[in-house]
């Protein structure tokens, strides 16, 4: 039997977990601080989960310095259900504010009751004219989550401002310079996908194009972190929403993130009325994937899984524990665990081809190729057999791309991140 501390495991996801975390986990699905009854027992009405929740958002915003001007949600979906919930949402807070401004200009007083036929006229001209939402396709999540678009609300609607393919011989692996993309002027959003899990390609920081100017309107930028986020400080004040699965550097499969402006939930905005969206012609989504909603109950809407929330929790809490400047010092480990296996696949590059471009590197998904025979795909065969020989696990890359991928979660160990980085040389030198 493989016990596993003889493991080191480098799956995108789900990940590997850190082993106390599961102990307390296991321990508290079967008798909770010997309240009798496990955690995924409890009621979700209870006191007991209402304060697994709120003491894993308040970790959360402690981590990751979360201004007081932005609300946690815990969500189920997820990345995947984001996908929609992004495009949902983000419409019909366009829609709402697009209305608004259409009473202004009528003369129409805030809060008085018109018929909705007054208005439908106009804002349907606005949707025609001027509803548009962005993507930067920089990978195959960003592809993905652009094609849930177009499927939800008509690809007219959805503008690729950037397709990194175009510039990489029809493949993923640069980030097109941001002078290039051809943005629209005050979309329902800007979205984007901060580290590509499939693709091995990170956002090296905030696009500095997507940056308030001050003057006009405050860009809405969303963003998906599902592999990268807790690995390195973030600009959150820059984003009006990112979500992320819990299952790379959170937890467990189960809750999806989200974490939203609050001016983008009542009392600054409310979603506009199912009856109104329909006059547009513009979808509604499901109740369990509005923001509104689920701010409204505090995350608890429907069921939701309280275990999963904890196991978030406990690993909050084991950060905040390790690193006393937060996620700085996690951020750190981060970038020294990739040098090392890069620069062991740098030092060999005629024996591995890194996928992505240097400046677009991912520090969460290292994706490369092994040519050491011509005959790539048994080169890969041999790397993949060598390394779990030595208990190096999880290296095959994503179904669709092919190749290898050294996942670097913040659960991967710095000796863990040796033991790859020493086994990359010595595959390197075998004969
Ligand atoms: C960056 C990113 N976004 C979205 C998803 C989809 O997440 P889910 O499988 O939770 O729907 C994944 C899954 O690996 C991902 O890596």
């Known amino acids: 039997m493989t016990q596993r501390e003889e493991i080191t495991y480098f799956g995108a996801g789900p990940a590997l977990l850190p082993t106390p975390v599961l102990q307390t ?19 979700h009405r209870s006191k007991i989960a209402e304060d697994v929740l709120n003491t894993a958002k308040a970790d959360l915003a402690t981590y990751l310095d979360i201004p007081d001007n932005y609300e946690v949600l815990f969500m189920q979906g997820g990345g995947s259900g984001e996908f929609s919930a992004t495009v949902y949402n983000m419409v019909g807070i366009w829609v709402e504010k697009r209305k608004q401004k259409i009473l202004k200009e009528l003369g129409i007083a805030e809060g008085k009751d018109i018929s909705e036929d007054v208005i439908a006229t106009e804002l349907r001209k606005a949707v025609e004219e001027e509803l548009k939402i962005d993507y930067l396709v920089t990978g ?58 499939v693709d091995g390609v990170e956002f090296p920081g905030f696009p500095e194009v997507l940056k308030s100017n001050g003057q006009d309107e405050e860009p809405i930028v969303v963003a998906d972190m599902s592999s990268n986020i807790l690995s390195r400080r973030i600009p959150v004040k820059n984003f ?52 509104e909603t ?109 190749g290898i991928r050294a996942s670097n979660y913040n659960s991967i160990s710095l000796e863990g991140a040796e033991k790859l980085a020493a086994f990359i040389n010595s595959f390197a030198e075998s004969k």
């Not at 400047?325 to 090392?340: C, F, P, W």
């Open 294 to 402: 689920i701010a409204k109950n505090n995350s608890l809407y429907n069921t939701l899984s309280i275990f999963d929330v904890y196991i978030a929790g406990q690993v909050l809490k084991s950060l905040l524990k390790t690193f006393s400047d937060k996620v700085d010092g996690q951020q750190a480990i981060a970038e020294k665990k990739a040098n090392l296996i890069y620069a062991a696949l740098d030092a060999h590059s005629n024996v591995y081809k890194v996928v992505s471009d240097k400046s677009a590197r991912s520090r969460m998904n290292i994706c490369f190729r092994v040519t050491k025979s011509q005959d790539v795909a048994e080169s890969e065969k041999q790397f993949i057999a060598g390394a779990e020989k030595i208990g190096l696990t999880g290296l095959k890359g994503h179904r669709s791309v092919g």
């Open 25 to 43: 986990a296991a321990q508290a699905l079967v008798n909770y601080n010997g309240t009798g009854l496990g955690l995924a027992e409890h009621s």
């Open 240 to 291: 009006s929403l990112i979500f992320f699965g819990a299952q790379k550097n959170l937890g467990c499969t189960g809750v999806t993130v989200v974490i939203i402006k609050k001016s983008l939930l009542p009392p600054t905005i409310a979603t506009p009325s199912p009856s109104l969206m329909r006059k547009l012609g513009l979808p509604i989504g499901p109740i369990v994937l509005s923001y």
């Open 140 to 197: 195959s999540w960003s592809l993905k989550a652009s094609q849930e678009a177009a499927r939800l609300l008509g690809p007219e609607y959805v503008n690729i401002a950037t397709d990194s393919r175009k510039i990489n011989d029809g493949k993923f692996g640069k980030i097109p310079e941001e002078k290039s993309w051809n943005l629209s002027k005050n979309p329902a959003m800007v979205y984007y996908c901060d580290n590509e899990t």
